[in-house]
């Protein structure tokens, strides 16, 4: 075994023990918990707390919950609307802007590894850029609103999968 083969497979096991136990890069936890009113949680359940934990830690659970969000596509613009809806306002801060945009380009990134089928087109995703590319002022954020649409449609187009233009 090479000395690069050793250090990747003691990277990889370092960093899949990490997901396992839903902890960042620097250790801390991201407290993804279970529904307390019951002690099963529901798959669909357990992305949106994944999503919502993204949204409000940003970049470190993020890392972590890229393999997630490659497997939900669609569903993660609905989970957002869920959590902003949850706070009543649809309108993000402009940190929380800026990781909604990364977990929505993270979720198309890898097209063919997207669960469920319905999924794989992005209705919500695409009318959730367009709400907020219309609620902004700030030319750079719509920038990268203009930006992560484009992405996630030539992901799509690579992957050979419609993006409902």
Same mark, same amino acid.
């Given at each position: 075994m090479s000395l690069l083969t050793a250090k990747l497979t003691i990277f990889l096991s370092f960093f899949a023990l990490g997901v396992s136990y839903a902890q960042a890069p620097d250790g801390t936890s991201f407290d993804w918990k279970h529904n307390s009113s019951s002690s099963i949680t529901s798959p669909e359940d357990m992305r949106l707390q994944? +999503? /919502? #934990? +993204?949204?409000?830690e940003g970049s470190p659970a993020l890392t972590v919950g890229a393999f997630h969000l490659h497997q939900m596509g669609d569903e993660a613009a609905v989970n957002i609307i869920k959590i902003l809806g949850?706070?009543? #306002?649809? #309108?993000? #801060? /402009?940190? /929380?802007?800026t990781t909604a945009l990364t977990i929505m380009e993270k979720a198309f990134e890898e097209p063919t590894l997207i669960a469920r089928a319905n999924d794989r087109q992005p209705r919500a995703t695409l009318f959730l850029l367009q709400m907020f590319e219309a609620n902004n %002022?700030? %030319?750079e954020l719509k920038d990268q609103i203009g930006q992560t649409r484009e992405r996630i449609r030539a992901s799509l187009e690579k992957a050979n999968v419609p993006s409902g233009k």
């Amino acid at each position: 075994m090479s000395l690069l083969t050793a250090k990747l497979t003691i990277f990889l096991s370092f960093f899949a023990l990490g997901v396992s136990y839903a902890q960042a890069p620097d250790g801390t936890s991201f407290d993804w918990k279970h529904n307390s009113s019951s002690s099963i949680t529901s798959p669909e359940d357990m992305r949106l707390q994944m +999503v /919502e #934990t +993204v949204l409000r830690e940003g970049s470190p659970a993020l890392t972590v919950g890229a393999f997630h969000l490659h497997q939900m596509g669609d569903e993660a613009a609905v989970n957002i609307i869920k959590i902003l809806g949850m706070r009543g #306002t649809i #309108t993000p #801060t /402009e940190a /929380e802007l800026t990781t909604a945009l990364t977990i929505m380009e993270k979720a198309f990134e890898e097209p063919t590894l997207i669960a469920r089928a319905n999924d794989r087109q992005p209705r919500a995703t695409l009318f959730l850029l367009q709400m907020f590319e219309a609620n902004n %002022s700030d %030319s750079e954020l719509k920038d990268q609103i203009g930006q992560t649409r484009e992405r996630i449609r030539a992901s799509l187009e690579k992957a050979n999968v419609p993006s409902g233009k």
